[in-house]
């Protein structure tokens, strides 16, 4: 019996009149947790009660804790009558089950109900106080952080990097069980928010427990799904990355190394084999201590081994560092190896053993799309399967051995592509599914790589790995020095001298002579000792020390494809006879969009097929930028099969011209001015072919497809024919994209290349568009037309929506389709817009021009390094923290400069001006959310813990709420209150990597009825101003008002 | 194909003030988007009608769903359904109560009850602004009305308090309230040349003045102080009774004549019509005055200003210097009447009724 939960409820505010009699309301509150109850008295006629209860106090097991919400129910009394309710507030005690996340929730939060929506306010306090549990076979996993966020937290490091996390839990749908005939809509949309709320608190707790068996402390990339299967039932998966991480003391970066040392973050699972050497993929033999060479194992058998050089023992780099002589301590069992030694033969058999760690993992993937520095070091490209298949209903929830037998299916395919590739890890991994009626199509994907080892096995990832991370700014006038930067980081890196980190990821994985598919390889442009492929295609974020020529945009796919309506296995196998079909006509638009812009790699693809009865959509998205190292995309030349006709000659060269014109135009807008270079095309085995990185298969009920060829047959890859009518369409696709409007730029990934100088000011926001296809005769191309028209018109829309803020870049413009019902085309997009400083930013342009595009840090935020970077100037960990000191000082001199630039803190002068103008009570506290993982000019200095909500809004009087955009537009705001509404009472002020999973609206208009669900998650934080020097957590202040507020009304 | 719905929702709340005003003023959406476009919304950020149309339609329901909490503007800032800046809170709710001049002189003095209401097509048909907006003009007056009807202590302040308006907003409203209390009398044709300042100000100087509030409050305990500001101190309008003798004595009225005659000769182009005159304004100004215990004739007030004061002084063509002149002399000189004793109250009345006067003197 290990907790104590308690509440308080304080007092209501601006409840709803419940009897029409005397306009008022006889208020009280219901407390529920598990099977307990507790009422407060009632408080008669008042719209604003003061309840001011007594604690309630739970007494409950830790497990409880984690699956359960506390349930507070806000009724008003009837004396004749059963009492009504007026709505309904869940709370996820998980928060403040952490020691380092929140310690109380105190605040105002919305009541809500499905029918009325927000109804009035309701201020509860609720405490945790656990218990010491030292029972070895617990079912709980308190303690254990979770994150959205796809990279390691600012303020935390990674120890250890343990991998992949999944489980899946199932259960009944209430909406489909026999009870339903005879409940409510409104009970019955009630018990499914209850229990999705109850089944993610599951979820949440066995996916800790996996983590505490691999001896992580944390799930970073945590991505929670639910799969409304109807019928078949409500499946609730998740996958994530089990980490250790430690925290950083803000303020003191070097001392961060010594908290490591007291991290209890050694386990069984860092075995004996951590503290050996690197594994090094270097072909560089002059290192003075290296060993026999140890091959990598990560390959497949059937592929030759790749030209992986002799390892380096990795000894010399701890003797060099303090860091990782400061961690001996940790290695608990392996406490009879000695660290600093030689290696001797017993080292290299550990090495070896090591080496397989990662391989002996099922599943070597990783949801995370950010990475410390030094940990990717090669990428394949992008790895994804899909799986066609039919939903029956699933007969024993406990077991749902089905659908862990379909994922695992799916990732033992994606394993299987990136071994081809040459990479023995996945990253940026990613699943999902689309359902229509009982077809159901499982899709990952992710980017095939090669990883440093060293993270999964040992907490050598220092301070200046996440510091690093952290600290992504622009060092104007910095490229002079960035050769000695890559000295430096290079040593630190220690892996490969001949691999700089800004271009030692593009440098190919696979055996160039036994290529997995045909592409085009050329020296690195940058480095010019290895070879990289002509196009780059990942699910990953740019990484952070990438060097890249000018910005990057949105790229963007779309398709539509008609299908016959079709039931059960028919209608299956039709999918999944279309779906390879379409995967390639969008990788080829893809390709020739980029093409067009004359860019060369593609970040944060992400391709989303959607199933409707009639028709197949898809949307792949992603950031096209032109990486320096990687060769300059040719043009596009367009080809008639018969020039035979004069007109249609002229046709074909007015083609031609407006595609050359699009593409210098591109080059100017972009900014992309790459170094003249010779060309220097070295052995392809298949030259001359399209290359593709994407590299996909398609399997239905686990006939696996064979592998489709992606090349044009033994066509030029970028000779577009036009005789073809497909080509046709896609030169039209082409150039009818419309060029943003000037000050706009847009990625779908974390941030822009090439933009550095940020404001404090974003808007984040969630936009949804339905669109109702009349005509029900329409062919592929009209289809199409009208498709991308959609997706054309609602960014238009979006930049026209916040031209207030220009400049400004739209970042991680996450598009969602879906074919609600027949002949309908539903498209979402969350966002955030962000708006930077022309001033510095035309300096920062022009430096990056001089310094013939290499910006390796220009990606780097200033702001966000503040006292740690200077505190750590002085020591001699500097270098061992991966932070070259020039970089250091440049950064301490942008921060004063972006002082000054800075307005007035903005969440401080909104407070003081609202208390002046607004003598209503304490100030609502303003809260930020952004889909990034962080906010630009602030610091995070506490995570409070994961948001995972969802919501059922429905009404029967659809015309009176202003029709589907009324009732949405209310919904999704209420749904925003109500997250801000949980932040704030958790202390915190801002929401990061905010993402809306689903958004699943259903309508029906004649009956005048709709209903739309939710869900959303994101990590809450507290942040503090660059500019603050003090960090003052808001935690205190929130705290007081909330205090204040009940003292001001009792 | 159509567009079934479309929902742009951000975590601050956008709002547009152009197309604020636009959705105030009561046009339509397409009516909203012909104006923007006329305006040259299409050269911003290359959009077209289509995109202006969505943008318009989502900013209208914005605020329409905003305006439930504009009806009690204090839930604005501590509600959390939206997250709007404060600096905005403060516009939405400054332009959603400011008024058009021409439609609260139509309504000035009226009974703000459904009937009224019902009369607003005839408003707006006469003011040429548009019903919906004449509607929400007039709800604002009715609701603030409500409001601090029922509340005690200055008038201004409670409406700042509880709408947390601009002062000057609030001083508007306060003489709408005002008029609407006291139902005086504005809509005569005679009257119909005076403007909503005219009037604004003049229940400005009267609540100023003449009402319990005015003299000395801080004396008055606060629970004592009912209704303060909207009704007229009754004590005061009883002892203006005592400003009769200012004609009824024959001697004492001579006297003051003398004594205006002397300061405003040869400064006055109208003297000899002054001369002629300066018993009849006299005795129009001290009759209203001891009229004012009954209701119906402080409802008068303003038109028998006009047509006792006003318009015979238009008919002799004074000019409003020369107004101001006698108005200033004739006040000062009653304070030289050694049998006189009713200074204070003298001053009181006096000091209202000149600045009124001079309000309405014009064409």
Redesign the interface.
């Known amino acids: 019996m290990p907790g104590k939960l308690k509440a308080k409820i304080v007092a209501g505010?601006?409840l709803p009149v419940m009897d029409r009699a005397s306009d008022l309301t006889d208020a009280f509150v219901e407390v529920k947790f598990g099977n307990t109850t507790f009422k407060t008295d009632v408080y008669p006629k008042s719209l604003n009660p003061q309840w001011n209860s007594e604690w309630f106090k739970f007494e409950v097991d830790d497990e409880d804790l984690q699956d359960e919400p506390l349930q507070i129910t806000v009724l008003d009394h009837d004396t004749y009558s059963a009492n009504d309710a007026i709505g309904k507030v869940y709370i996820d005690i998980d928060p403040l089950l952490s020691s380092e996340a929140a310690t109380v929730i105190s605040g105002?939060f919305?009541i809500y109900d499905t029918i009325h929506g927000?109804r009035g306010?309701i201020n509860v306090l609720v405490k945790v106080d656990l218990f010491n549990d030292l029972n070895r076979f617990r079912q709980s996993s308190c303690g254990v952080k979770f994150f959205c966020t796809t990279s390691i937290p600012r303020c935390y490091r990674a120890a250890l990097v343990h991998g992949f996390v999944e489980e899946l839990v199932v259960n009944e749908d209430p909406e489909y069980q026999w009870i339903d005939r005879i409940r409510t809509p409104r009970a019955s949309n009630e018990a499914r928010q209850r229990l999705i709320s109850l089944m993610s608190g599951e979820l949440q707790r066995k996916i800790g427990l996996k983590v505490l068996e691999m001896g992580g402390n944390a799930v970073v990339g945590y991505l929670q799904c639910f799969d409304l299967e109807g019928e078949s039932g409500l499946v609730v998966r998740a996958i994530g990355t089990a980490c250790t991480l430690d925290k950083l003391i803000p303020g003191t970066g070097s001392n961060t190394i010594t908290h490591t040392n007291t991290a209890p973050a050694s386990n069984a699972c860092n075995s004996p084999s951590k503290e050996i050497k690197e594994p090094v993929f270097s072909e560089d033999p002059t290192h003075p201590l290296s060993v026999p060479p140890t091959p990598l194992r990560t390959l497949p058998p059937s592929s030759s081994p790749p030209p992986f050089s002799p390892s380096k023992p990795c000894s010399r780099q701890s003797s060099s560092s303090d860091t990782d002589l400061s961690l001996t301590p940790k290695m608990g069992m392996g406490s009879g190896i000695s660290v600093g030694k030689e290696a001797g033969p017993l080292k290299t058999l550990l090495r070896q053993q090591a080496q397989s760690a990662l391989e002996q993992r099922e599943f070597p993937f990783f949801t995370l799309t950010c990475f410390p520095p030094g940990f990717l070091v090669h990428i394949g490209g992008v790895v994804s399967a899909r799986s066609v298949k039919l939903l029956d209903r699933i007969h024993n929830p406990d077991e749902p051995e089905t659908r862990d037998a379909w994922w695992e299916e799916i990732r033992q395919e994606i394993k299987s592509h990136a071994k081809a590739l040459g990479c023995h890890a996945v990253v940026g991994y990613s699943e999902s599914t689309t359902i229509c009626e009982e077809v159901c199509i499982l899709s990952a994907s992710g980017t095939a790589a090669m990883l440093n080892p060293r993270f999964m096995r040992e907490g050598c990832l220092d301070a200046g790995g996440s510091d690093q991370r952290l600290s992504r700014q622009p060092p104007l006038g910095m490229v002079g020095s960035e050769r000695a930067e890559g000295e430096v980081s290079s040593s630190w890196l220690g892996f490969d001298d001949a691999s700089p980190p800004s271009c030692g990821f593009c440098h190919i994985p696979y055996d160039e002579f036994n290529m997995p598919f045909p592409a085009q390889l050329t020296y690195c442009y940058h480095c010019r000792r290895q070879k990289v492929p002509d196009v780059l295609f990942t699910t990953i974020d740019l990484p952070a020390e990438a060097a890249v020529t000018g910005k990057g945009c949105l790229i963007q796919a779309r398709l539509c494809r008609t299908k016959k309506k079709a039931q059960g296995e028919v209608n299956a196998t039709a999918i999944s006879n279309l779906l390879p079909f379409m995967e390639y006509e969008l990788h080829t638009q893809l390709m020739n969009k980029l093409k067009l812009r004359c860019m060369n790699a593609l970040f944060g693809l992400r391709i989303q097929i959607s199933v409707g009865e009639n028709m197949l959509l898809g949307l792949a998205s992603a950031t096209g930028v032109y990486l320096s190292a990687l060769p300059a995309p040719g043009g596009i030349q367009i080809a008639g099969k018969t020039p035979s006709d004069l007109s249609y000659d002229q046709h074909i060269s007015t083609m031609q011209k407006r595609i050359n014109d699009t593409i210098v135009m591109n080059k100017e807008l972009y900014n992309i001015h790459p170094p003249e270079c010779i060309e220097e095309v070295v052995g392809s085995p298949i030259p001359d072919r399209q290359r593709s990185r994407l590299f996909r298969s398609t399997s239905e009920s686990s006939d696996e497809l064979s592998e489709l060829d992606l090349s044009h047959g033994k066509k030029d890859a970028f000779v577009l024919e036009i005789d073809d009518t497909d080509a046709v369409e896609d030169i039209q696709s082409l150039l009818t994209d419309?060029p943003m409007?000037a000050g706009?730029y847009s990625c779908n990934t974390e941030v822009m290349p090439g933009i550095y100088n940020w404001t404090s000011g974003l808007?984040?926001?969630?936009?949804?568009?339905?669109?109702?296809?009349?005509?029900a005769n329409l062919t592929n191309q009209g289809l199409n037309k009208?498709f991308t028209d959609l997706c054309e018109?609602l960014l238009?829309?979006?930049?026209?929506?916040?031209?207030?803020m220009i400049p400004c870049c739209l970042c991680h413009l996450n598009f969602t389709v879906a074919v609600p019902e027949e002949e309908?085309i539903?498209v979402a997009v969350t966002a955030v817009a962000m708006s930077f400083d022309k001033e510095t930013q035309l300096a920062a342009d022009k430096a990056l021009n001089e310094g013939s595009g290499e910006n390796e840090e220009q990606l780097q935020f200033s702001m966000e390094l503040c006292g740690e970077s200077t505190s750590s100037n002085n020591q001699p960990t500097a270098k061992a923290s991966g932070l070259p000191e020039s970089a250091m000082t440049h950064s301490s001199s942008r921060v004063s400069s972006s002082e000054r630039c800075s307005p007035l803190p903005e969440v401080r002068s909104?407070?003081l001006?609202?208390t002046r103008?607004?003598?209503?009570?304490a100030?609502?506290t303003?809260?930020?959310?952004t889909p990034l993982s962080f906010l630009p000019m602030t610091r995070i200095v506490k995570y409070l813990g994961i948001i995972n909500m969802f919501f059922i809004r429905e009404t029967t009087s659809l015309r009176e709420e202003?029709g589907?955009?009324?009732f949405?537009?209310?919904f999704?705001?209420?749904v925003?209150?109500m997250v801000?509404?949980h932040v704030a009472a958790l202390g915190g002020n801002a929401v990061v990597s905010y993402s809306m999973k689903e958004c699943v609206?259903m309508e029906n208009p004649n009956k005048n009825q709709a209903q739309c669900l939710i869900n959303v998650s994101g990590d809450a934080v507290i942040f503090v101003r660059e500019s603050d020097q003090e960090a003052i957590p808001p935690l205190i202040t929130s705290g007081q008002t909330s205090t204040t507020g009940a003292d001001g009304t009792t | 194909?159509?567009?079934?719905?479309?929902?742009?929702?951000?975590?601050?709340?956008?709002m547009d003030m152009e197309v604020y005003q636009l959705w105030l003023d009561g046009l339509t959406v397409s009516d909203a988007v012909k104006v923007r476009m006329d305006e040259g919304a299409l050269l911003?950020?290359?959009?077209?009608p289509?995109?202006?149309t969505?943008?318009t339609?989502?900013q209208f329901?914005?605020f329409?769903?905003c305006e439930r909490l504009l009806h009690s503007p204090?839930?604005?800032?501590?509600?959390?359904?939206?997250?709007i800046?404060?600096?905005n809170?403060?516009i939405l709710i400054e332009r959603y109560y400011e008024f058009d001049s021409v439609f609260a002189r139509e309504v000035l003095g009226k009974k703000l009850s459904k009937g009224t209401k019902k009369d607003l097509d005839d408003t707006s048909c006469k003011t040429g602004i548009t019903l919906k907006s004449c509607r929400r003009q007039f709800d604002n007056f009715k609701r603030v009305f409500k409001v601090v009807e029922e509340l005690k202590g200055p008038l201004v302040e409670n409406i700042q308090?509880h709408f947390?308006l601009s002062d000057t907003l609030a001083r508007d409203y306060a003489a709408i309230v005002f008029f609407a209390n006291s139902r005086f009398e504005t809509g005569k044709r005679k009257l119909q040349y005076l403007s909503f300042q005219d009037f604004a100000f003049c229940a400005g100087q009267l609540i100023s003045y003449w009402t319990i509030g005015a003299m000395g409050a801080p004396t008055v305990p606060d629970s004592m102080m009912e209704d303060m500001d909207v009704d007229l101190e009754k004590e005061f309008l009883n002892e203006l009774k005592d400003l009769k003798v200012l004609v009824n004595d024959k001697d004492m009225m001579d006297q003051h004549k003398i004594l205006v005659c002397a300061a405003l000769r040869g400064k006055i182009k109208v003297y000899k019509l002054m001369e002629v005159n300066f018993k009849n304004l006299s005795r129009a100004l001290i009759n209203l005055a001891s009229k004012l215990t009954h209701t119906k004739d402080v409802r008068d007030l303003f038109i028998d200003l006009v047509e006792k004061f006003i318009e015979p002084c238009r008919y002799d063509r004074w000019t409003v210097a020369e107004i101001t002149l006698f108005l200033t002399h004739y006040t000062n000189a009653a304070h030289c009447l050694g049998t006189f004793r009713h200074q204070m109250i003298w001053d009181r009345y006096m000091g209202v009724i000149k600045s009124c006067i001079l309000q309405m003197y014009h064409e």
């Open positions: 505010r601006h105002w919305p927000i306010e419309a409007p706009f808007q984040m926001f969630t936009s949804v568009r339905v669109y109702r296809l009349n005509n009208i018109n238009k829309s979006l930049y026209f929506k916040l031209r207030s309908l539903q909104r407070s001006r609202s103008s607004l003598p209503c009570g100030p609502v303003v809260v930020k959310m202003g589907v955009s009324g949405l537009h209310s999704i705001a209420e925003f209150a801000r509404a609206f | 194909m159509s567009m079934e719905l479309d929902v742009f929702v951000g975590n601050t709340t956008i911003e950020c290359e959009a077209n289509e995109v202006l969505s943008d339609m989502d329901r914005t329409q769903m204090t839930k604005l800032g501590s509600q959390l359904l939206y997250q800046p404060a600096q809170q403060i308090r947390l």
